[in-house]
């Protein structure tokens, strides 16, 4: 899957990274806490996320995440944007809840695994 399969199978609006949007993506990580994300530790990933600090980018920075999603309507500010961006980043949000979100990547065939 790409990150553009993302975007349109969540109806999601691309905030950064517009131009990366081929890049594959290969699991999914829904979480709005940052260590279980840290936990999760797998490349080319996914994360879905309502938390909006730019601890968020570096930990995707960390882990080889290549693709954000702001779930709930969230929106990262500036300065957010400005990192992921530096960093080649893509960034969406869309307004549907992680719950959400996250089964409707699982149903079009995006895992996240087990730990």
């Known amino acids: 899957m790409t990150a553009r399969d993302v975007k349109d199978i969540l109806g999601a609006r691309v905030l950064v990274g517009e131009d990366h949007l081929e890049v594959e993506v290969r699991s999914a990580c829904g979480s709005d806490m940052m260590s279980d994300v840290l936990a999760f530790s797998k490349d080319h990933s996914v ?5 909006c600090n730019p ?7 960390m882990l080889d995440i290549v693709c954000l999603v702001f779930v709930r309507g969230k929106k990262p500010d500036d300065a957010m944007l ?21 089964g409707m990547l699982y149903s079009a065939g995006l895992h996240g695994g087990a730990i």
């Open 47 to 51: 994360l879905l996320t309502g938390l």
């Open 55 to 61: 601890q968020v980018v570096r930990t995707a920075e």
């Open 82 to 102: 400005e990192m992921a961006r530096e960093r080649n980043l893509i960034v969406m949000a869309t307004g549907h809840r992680m719950f959400s979100a996250c």
